[in-house]
């Protein structure tokens, strides 16, 4: 185990043993078997770049991210209402190969779900067109080449979004469970990359990089504590929404996959182990306490939107698709445990759309392989690099 994170989660009321056995007993297989199903492999998203900020170095600024640069009087009429570009011929795709999305989907459909935008993000949920469906299974989340000044950036636009005094790295306490979460999903991101990665171009090896892992989070023990209670907030976020998820659709025309889909959602929501060691897995009541909870909330959802807006920026396609997942997912975990006054008093009843169930269980998922992976290979890391 990881020694070092003994005690009690931050904001919780169950220790990193607890939480370390819970996942890998009960949540990890479950949530494993449950983003294979049809109904949570395929995500709705809009994917070309399409970014607002930084318009001055032509990158990723146009649909599509092609760049003009002749006036529009020049254009030729049919070109007014540009048509797409083929989507694997984006401009400012940057970082490897293996950074584009695999687009290949099997005939499996959906059906039902109404369709009603999420405030907590900047994509408009209800708008199709401009969406494309991918299946996750076909994109794992792990190394792409995506590095350098274009993905740090990007980070210093969120971390700055919830702290302005960031880049000045004066410290910043306001906003803490924002910048938590941000922070625990970047540990969580920086894990996957950790977890699988391409030891070597030429042979194309995939493995593990563990000093990639002890350097990016577990040599700082607050982004590993970040991790956790990031992976708790969403699995609060879950068990509070129980009563939606269980009489949800999960149609998806495949009747003995369907069932099995159901039946993986009831046992994560109500498994009478999970229930006894960590019956709240995360009281978010503590946390408005003190604060005027719709002041804060309107404060939280305008900077939420705002990082949710970044996501066009990212310049690597695989990245953007994750980013623009777990970004979704947060969102929704966020509107979930913010559909209260603090009192248990619904402001207005819970409404979910299929994509944000869809971002919230991949989402729970991707955290709890990274808090397996943590917890089981931390401490090899931690030999090998701090051995040398
Ligand atoms: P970065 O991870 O870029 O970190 C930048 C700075 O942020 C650090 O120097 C540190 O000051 C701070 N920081 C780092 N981690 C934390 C933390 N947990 N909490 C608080 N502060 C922190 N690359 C891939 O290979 N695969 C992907 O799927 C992928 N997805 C991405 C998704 C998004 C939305 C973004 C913005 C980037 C993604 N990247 C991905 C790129 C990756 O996250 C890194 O930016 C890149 O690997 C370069 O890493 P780095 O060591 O320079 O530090």
Not at 55 to 78: A, K
Not at 118 to 140: A, F, H, I, K, S
Not at 239 to 268: C, F, M, P, R, V
Not at 296 to 312: E, P, V
Request: hydrophobic residues 35%.
């Amino acid at each position: 185990g990881t020694p070092k994170y003994s005690g009690m989660v931050e904001d919780c009321c169950c220790d990193y043993e607890t939480v370390d056995n819970l996942n890998k007993e009960l949540l990890y297989p479950s949530l494993q078997e449950l983003v294979k199903t049809p109904f949570f492999r395929y995500f709705k998203a809009k994917l070309w770049c399409d970014c607002p900020f930084w318009p001055d170095d032509g990158m990723c600024r146009l649909r599509d991210c092609s760049v003009c640069e002749c006036p529009e009087s020049e254009f030729p009429e049919s070109f007014k209402k540009p048509k797409r570009l083929p989507l694997n011929d984006l401009v400012c795709q940057e970082g490897k190969p293996e950074a584009a999305v695999d687009r290949t989907l099997d005939s499996k459909a959906f059906r039902g779900w109404t369709e009603i935008d999420n405030p907590w993000t900047n994509d408009d949920e209800t708008d199709n067109g401009e969406m494309t469906y991918v299946n996750l299974q076909l994109n794992p989340e792990r190394y792409t080449g995506y590095t350098g000044p274009s993905a740090r950036r990007i980070w210093d636009a969120v971390y700055s979004e919830n702290c302005p005094k960031y880049l000045s790295q004066e410290s910043c306490q306001e906003e803490k469970i924002l910048y938590k979460l941000i922070s625990g999903l970047h540990s969580s991101i920086s894990v996957h990359i950790g977890a699988d990665y391409l030891l070597d171009e030429a042979t194309n090896m995939w493995g593990q990089n563990l000093t990639l892992l002890y350097d990016r989070v577990l040599q700082y023990p607050d982004r590993v504590r970040n991790l956790y209670f990031t992976f708790l907030f969403v699995l609060r976020a879950v068990t509070k929404a129980a009563d939606y998820l269980e009489h949800a659709e999960y149609n998806t025309g495949n009747l003995n996959e369907d069932l099995k889909t159901e039946s993986l959602i009831k046992q994560l929501l109500y498994n009478p182990k999970l229930q006894a060691a960590c019956p709240v897995p995360f009281d978010e009541a503590k946390l408005w306490k003190g604060q005027s909870g719709p002041e804060l909330k309107q404060k939280i959802q305008h900077q939420f939107r705002n990082i949710s807006a970044l996501m066009d920026c990212v310049g690597c396609e695989k990245c953007r698709l994750w980013g623009k997942l777990q970004v979704l997912g947060l969102g929704t975990a966020l509107k979930i445990l913010f559909s209260d006054d603090g009192q248990e008093n619904l402001v207005q009843p819970l409404q979910l759309q299929r994509n944000e169930v869809i971002a919230l269980m991949n989402l729970l998922n991707r955290l709890s392989e990274s808090v397996k992976f943590v917890h089981e290979m931390g401490p090899t890391a931690e030999r090998i690099t701090e051995g040398h």
